[in-house]
């Protein structure tokens, strides 16, 4: 069912994340329009739906037919003021650069009708780093997807009103995703958050000849009964797409002191075209990688290292980010298992482990968390055991 607020949604960028959100909204029974400047970048359109819809159709979330029935409600211009005429919804998915992002809402602000919520699909910006340039803050917010996945991050910015929140979340629900309200901005969301440090000390711990990438992706895979470890999941992202990331990192940032490293390890693979499985090529090679034929898993003995520093950071990253009230614990464990298609989430790992495992693990291996991440993190756990001698 769709909701009675939504009836057209148009998508502002025809790429990747344009493509897919349109496909499963047309699924659900929207209107829906596609925008961009590059008539090329249209005319692939309904080619690059064909290749998305059978994946939609393995994992249930709809049958052949509804697929099929979804074609009709979508249509591609390259005209913004048509593209937006009726919308109720856009969806803005244009490259990760501040000034155009802020130019292309502004732009919308002034077109759409009075009535149009106007939503970001940023994967590292805020909504506070946008929304000023529009006049309906209150229709206005984050409405952020992830390749692959039915999770979908909901996040207000200063103005954001209640009823824009709900209509939102009520969006995703009718299109049968999973809605994730932050309760206050953080870039990078909640699984981006955690994917970033993860693949972070990965590479970390290669470059650092602590374990090999073979080594690390086991462990991770093992341990967490993931089809891929974080140097596959790289090779998926593309590397240009983690290169692109490392170079507009703030330079603030808790993990700029490894910047130099990782992009001179990431570079090395650029300069020889290596970007990952879309270009048969990247820390594996493509098709077939090594880590998904049989006895990949059983290769050699496990690597403690690498196993105790992955879980280290994302059970830490995830109490950082409750302790800085971002998400509840259960609401980060659902965005991990959902977003990850993983049967755990990180508090669920912090449950299984004995008393003051993580407490020693980070210790132990020191450089995995951030010095101000520790001290939350401390705190946090104090916090925990106090409540647990009460109750």
Not at 66 to 74: K, M, N, Y
Not at 123 to 129: A, Q, R, T
Not at 179 to 185: I, Q, R, T
Not at 315 to 338: H, Y
């Amino acid at each position: 069912m769709t909701v009675a607020e939504i009836k057209t949604v148009c998508y502002v960028g025809a790429g990747t994340m344009g493509c897919a959100n349109s496909l499963v909204a047309a699924i659900s029974g929207y209107d829906v329009v596609l925008y961009d400047l590059d008539q090329n970048t249209l005319d692939q359109v309904a080619a690059r739906h064909a290749e998305m819809g059978p994946y939609l159709v393995s994992i249930g979330y709809c049958t052949a037919d509804e697929l099929a029935a979804s074609t009709a409600r979508i249509t591609c211009t390259r005209d913004l003021a048509a593209a937006t005429a009726n919308a109720d919804l856009v969806s803005e998915s244009v490259i990760e650069d501040l000034d155009i992002k802020r130019a292309v809402h502004a732009e919308l602000d002034s077109i759409c009708p009075p009535q149009t919520i106007l939503t970001t699909n940023t994967s590292g910006m805020l909504v506070s780093d946008i929304e000023d340039v529009v006049s309906r803050g209150e229709r206005f917010a984050a409405l952020h997807s992830h390749f692959g996945s039915l999770l979908i991050d909901i996040v207000g910015g200063p103005r954001t009103s209640e009823k824009t929140i709900d209509i939102l979340m009520r969006y995703v629900i009718s299109a049968k995703c999973v809605p994730l309200v932050l309760k206050k901005e953080n870039r990078g969301y909640v699984l981006n958050s955690l994917i970033g440090p993860v693949v972070t000390a990965a590479m970390l711990l290669e470059i650092q000849g602590l374990a090999t990438k073979e080594q690390i992706d086991r462990a991770w895979m093992l341990h967490r009964k993931a089809p891929m470890g974080p140097f596959g999941m790289m090779d998926l992202f593309g590397l240009n797409v983690v290169y692109d990331g490392w170079q507009h990192q703030p330079e603030d940032g808790k993990e700029e002191a490894y910047r130099p490293v990782i992009l001179g390890m990431l570079e090395a693979y650029m300069s020889r075209g290596e970007l990952g499985a879309k270009t048969g090529q990247g820390f594996y090679s493509y098709p077939n990688p090594v880590f998904e034929q049989d006895g990949f898993l059983q290769a050699e003995p496990e690597n403690e290292v690498a196993h105790y520093a992955l879980t280290t950071v994302l059970v830490g990253q995830s109490i950082v980010l409750v302790a800085n009230g971002v998400a509840d614990p259960d609401e980060v464990d659902r965005a991990w298992k959902a977003g990850m298609n993983l049967d755990i989430g990180p508090f669920e790992i912090m449950d299984q482990m004995p008393p003051g495992a993580l407490r020693e693990l980070i210790r132990k291996l020191p450089g995995t968390l951030a010095p101000d991440d520790i001290v939350l993190i401390e705190k946090y756990l104090d916090e925990q055991e106090r409540e647990a001698v009460v109750s």
